[in-house]
């Protein structure tokens, strides 16, 4: 567990509400003034993936300062699972990004939380679901309200979402991320892959590469480990490479979304300025913004919402 202030300093503090962002790995707590503004944050590794649905609340309740008057949680991500906290069902696209209004109330042990958990969203056709996404698109909208084209999220499961007047239009999930880690950490592959380094003019060739021709991708992969064995391939280049390789397999089959449209990214520094590399090598001006920051907007434009809803 991390955090800014010491647990006694954040007891004396006036905490008015709770945002939460809940993922399958890690949970992430920001104790909040009424006006929004961040009194301390705290992390833990104990993910929605790590609980069962009785582990929650004293997940929960350890990063929490003591007290007994009502404390307002706001909840985005894994935890409205099927397998998480409680289930809280989907809102369908086309969709404003959903609410507080839309939010489920968990019954809690501790009287004094008053827990909710904000839906994702689903798509019926091509089939699609998002959970936490939502909620940084939101908070991108909640600062950007004018904004009108498309949003790419990259992750583990990176979406792409387009975005016209305030609604959530339609999106597709791409596997990438997670294809990367198994790529890099489970095939033929590992043995060629650095598990850390980088190597830009290797990343934005491969890219540039497998763009134009994205149906040898197969071929292209194992390639790496073939140039390993036969030519020495730096394990650096080689993963700058496979990652370039896969973005631009991405990028080729989301073409639709990003061809025209302004783009913005939120992610990660790392991974977003890979895929906004990967973006303005094609030409497109992109907009990038910190995931951690646009989860947290979006969990404040929820806490206006029920502020609202008290009134």
């Known amino acids: 567990m991390t955090g800014g202030l010491a647990g006694d300093a954040v007891d004396r503090v006036a905490v008015d509400w709770v945002a939460v962002d809940w993922g399958t790995s890690h949970l992430r707590v920001w ?12 992390d833990s590794d104990q993910g929605m993936g790590r609980l069962s649905r009785d582990g929650f609340e004293p997940a929960l309740r350890t990063l929490l300062p003591e007290r007994s008057a009502p404390l307002p949680v706001i909840v985005c991500g ?14 369908a696209a086309p969709c ?15 009287k004094a939380l008053q827990v909710r ?4 969203v689903k798509q019926d056709s091509p089939a699609d679901v998002m959970r936490g996404e939502e909620t940084q698109v939101a908070g991108f909208l909640a600062q950007s309200p004018q904004f009108d084209g498309v949003i790419c999220l990259p992750g583990t499961h990176t979406k792409w979402v387009h975005v016209s007047a305030g609604e959530i239009v339609s999106f597709r999930t791409f596997l990438t991320g997670e294809m990367f880690a198994l790529l890099a950490g489970q095939s033929v592959l590992r043995h060629s892959v650095a598990e850390e380094g980088w190597d830009d003019p290797a990343f934005a060739e491969a890219m540039a590469h497998v763009l134009s021709r994205p149906a040898a991708l197969a071929a292209d992969l194992f390639s790496l480990r073939a140039e390993a064995l036969l030519h020495g391939l730096d394990p650096v280049t080689a993963r700058a ?12 089959a989301a073409r639709p ?17 890979a895929y906004t590399t990967a973006l303005e090598a094609q030409g497109v001006p992109v907009v990038q913004a910190d995931v951690q920051e646009m989860t947290l907007a979006g969990l404040r434009a ?6 609202e809803m008290a009134t």
């Open 31 to 42: 104790l909040c003034d009424a006006a929004g503004a961040v009194l301390d944050r705290r």
């Open 302 to 307: 929820a806490w206006a919402g029920l502020k």
């Open 78 to 91: 894994m935890a409205g699972s099927r397998q998480g906290w409680a289930e809280a069902p989907y809102a």
């Open 241 to 252: 490479r496979l990652s370039g390789l896969l973005i631009g397999a991405e990028l080729a």
């Open 257 to 273: 979304y990003w061809l025209g449209p302004q783009v913005a990214v939120i992610g990660a520094a790392g991974m977003a300025g």
């Open 117 to 120: 958990i904000l839906p994702g």
């Open 96 to 110: 404003t990004p959903p609410g507080i209004d839309r939010a489920v109330a968990v019954p809690t042990q501790d």
